[in-house]
Antibody, heavy 120, light 110 residues
Framework: QLQLQEPGPGLVKPSETLSLTCTVS??????????WGWIRQPPGKGLEWIGN???????YYSPSLKSRVTISVDTSENQFSLELSSVTAADTAVYYC????????????WGQGTMVTVSS | QSVLTQPPSASGTPGQRVTISCSGSSSNIGSNTVNWYQQLPGTAPKLLIYSNNQRPSGVPDRFSGSKSGTSASLAISGLQSEDEADYYCAAWDDSLSGYVFGTGTKVTVL
């Protein structure tokens, strides 16, 4: 069945750019039935949606992160990526990638998550 | 801060029924479908309910969802020890053009 994996850098320095890639296995990322998203969870806190990328490349981003976020897709590698620039300690979180069904309008498959710490 | 408000905690004894509320507004719950996610300790969230009251394959029918106006609820009947987890509601928000999660509710089985 479809699986998502998002290995991460672990540690990013303040003011640098956080980069994560989610690899989709067991299915194709090129489907108009789904879009692909990123969600994060600071330690001990709730879930925060970061953004989605749709078939065809259109994107939606959280208004609070929009100025710093870029989500892109690489169909040849069956991957999609997140870039978050100018990070601070407030960006320390577990980052999840997930598949969102267009019809059900919900994230139905999630990666296991990767912890990213912003620290010098 | 989140635009969907949930009680921080709920609890019950095994076999009891527990209900979790999710309060929103006309731009999110009032005009879009609600989803519920279950997050067991140390794991990724799992889709529990979509489209207000639909269960994905494999989710026990002990879990049920409902929506009325700008509020939604998740009910867990026949509470079991393995239901101890954090639960989040979520919906698209037309004003924000984004997906919003609730504040989360920690369910404890006494």
């Amino acid at each position: 069945q479809l699986q998502l994996q998002e290995p991460g850098p672990g540690l990013v320095k303040p003011s640098e750019t956080l980069s994560l890639t989610c690899t989709v296995s067991g299915g194709s990322i090129s489907s108009s039935s789904y879009c692909w998203g990123w969600i994060r969870q600071p330690p001990g806190k709730g879930l925060e949606w970061i953004g989605n990328i749709y078939y065809g490349g259109s994107t939606y981003y959280s208004p609070s992160l929009k100025s710093r976020v870029t989500i892109s897709v690489d169909t040849s590698e069956n991957q999609f990526s997140l870039e978050l620039s100018s990070v601070t300690a407030a960006d320390t979180a577990v980052y999840y990638c997930a598949r969102r069904g267009i019809t059900i309008r919900a994230f139905d498959i999630w990666g296991q998550g990767t912890m990213v710490t912003v620290s010098s | 801060q989140s635009v969907l408000t949930q009680p921080p905690s709920a609890s019950g004894t095994p076999g009891q029924r527990v209900t979790i509320s999710c309060s929103g507004s006309s731009s999110n719950i009032g005009s879009n479908t609600v989803n519920w996610y279950q997050q067991l300790p140390g794991t990724a969230p799992k889709l529990l309910i979509y489209s207000n009251n639909q269960r994905p394959s494999g989710v026990p029918d002990r879990f049920s969802g409902s929506k009325s106006g700008t509020s939604a609820s998740l009910a867990i009947s026949g509470l079991q020890s393995e239901d101890e987890a954090d639960y989040y509601c979520a919906a698209w928000d037309d004003s924000l053009s984004g997906y919003v999660f609730g504040t989360g509710t920690k369910v404890t089985v006494l």
